[in-house]
């Protein structure tokens, strides 16, 4: 198996923008680009990016893990802890996590995903 190289995902070439499902503030729109999927489908990487406004975000039966690698965010858990994330910040987010992304400057991140 070959390892899977993505020079600069600061500057990647994602696939093309459409607007987010669950915004609920803001003309947001995302876009992704997948690097990777496990054969099972369990696991994927990728990056993403998102411009600003608010949506909301659930973890359902899978776990998250991203860095930032521009702009900043406010992430909102369901029981209303807030922290301020930015360039260089690890999120993880655990399977049932629930909450609200608040995007103040473009964002983008490298995520692993896991399913259970």
Known sequence: MTSIVVPDASTAVLGPAAPKPTSVE?????????????????TSAGVWECTPGRFTAVRDGYH???????????????????????????LVMPAGWRGEWR???TVRKTYVTTRL
Request: include cysteine; hydrophobic fraction near 30%.
């Open 64 to 90: 998250e893990i991203c860095q930032i690698l521009s702009g900043r965010v406010t992430v909102v858990s369901a029981d209303g802890t807030e922290q301020e994330a930015g360039p260089g910040s690890t």
């Open 103 to 105: 995007v103040q400057e």
């Open 26 to 42: 803001g003309d947001q729109r995302e876009a992704t680009l997948a690097v990777w999927t496990s054969e099972d489908g369990r």
